[in-house]
């Protein structure tokens, strides 16, 4: 290998490392910042076991128009002893010696790597920038701030709509002589790994967004390519064991894949027209 390729190499190496340098004092800094709210995280999480959900104030809503239109239908199956039903509290459990603390560690190490996104991505942007023109490096803070609120909106919706819905149907299974008894690690491990997969899933767009911009991908490309997109949807979300949770993550994986190609289609890049010679 040339010195000349030695070089840039080398220089690609420096600048990355100066990136990463970066970005892992951020992450300590968030971290630090966010340990000392990890008992409102764990709240926040451990929330779907207490019963008190939106999918319980929809079971009421349905439950109450089954009783107004069809209160034969609402006796038979005994639906009001559903909605009056206390809800029960569960507890998560432990059973290695320090294995709270770990988790607490955890939380506040997404937490702060949350809190300092805008940080990461802009470090990304500047160890890309050089391989971009001057016009498109003022796109810096439209990149930070879409990627930061993508990621942002991917955590919150799988938080907020679908982690009550996985939890609820796993507390469906109890009955006489099956008792739920969740651990701590195993629930909270489960919780910010599909946290860190619907943050990386609703960034898809962007991405679509950038590389229709920059002429690397077009409408075409990705629309004649919707069975791969779904194959590979599934293939990913297959490496999770149970049913739910496979389709938990398929669909919105699919779903942002179908918005990646109509946000290559709004904002890409428009081919010149050819010229005729006469």
């Known amino acids: 290998m040339s010195d000349e390729k030695v070089l840039p190499f080398m220089e690609h190496l420096i600048e990355l490392r100066k990136r990463l340098i970066v970005c892992t004092v951020a992450l300590v800094i968030g971290m630090g910042v966010c340990w000392n709210f990890s008992d409102n995280l764990l709240d926040l999480v451990e929330r779907p076991l207490t019963g008190e959900t939106y999918l319980t104030n929809v079971k009421k809503i349905i439950y109450g128009e089954v009783r107004t239109r069809f209160p034969a239908v609402y006796q038979h199956y005994k639906l009001a ?19 709270p603390f770990f988790v607490q560690c955890k939380l506040s190490m997404l937490a702060g790597f949350v809190l300092v996104l805008p ?26 701030t879409a990627t930061s609120f993508s990621f942002l909106l991917g955590g919150g919706f799988f938080l ?86 496979m389709f938990v993550i398929m669909i919105p994986l699919y779903l942002m894949y179908e918005v990646s190609v109509w946000v290559a289609l709004l904002f890409g890049k428009k081919r010149q027209p050819a010229v005729v010679q006469e």
Request: charged share 15%; aromatic share 14%; glycine share 4%.
């Open 81 to 99: 002893d559903e909605v009056n039903a206390t809800p029960e509290k569960r507890k998560l459990n432990y059973s290695a010696p320090l294995e």
């Open 119 to 144: 940080v990461i991505f802009h470090q990304i942007w500047l160890f890309v920038a050089p391989g971009l023109t001057r016009k498109e490096r003022k796109l810096v803070v439209p990149f930070v």
């Open 160 to 245: 907020i709509v679908i982690w009550p819905v996985i939890i609820n149907f796993s507390l469906s299974y109890e009955a006489a002589g099956l008792q739920s008894w969740f651990n701590l690690s195993a629930y909270i491990n489960f919780c910010l790994r599909l946290i860190l997969v619907f943050g990386l899933i609703f960034e898809l767009p962007i991405l679509s967004f950038l590389l229709a911009r920059f002429g690397i991908v077009n409408y075409q490309m990705l629309a004649t390519r919707r069975k791969y997109a779904l194959l590979a949807s599934s293939i990913i979300a297959a490496f999770h064991a149970d049913l739910i949770t």
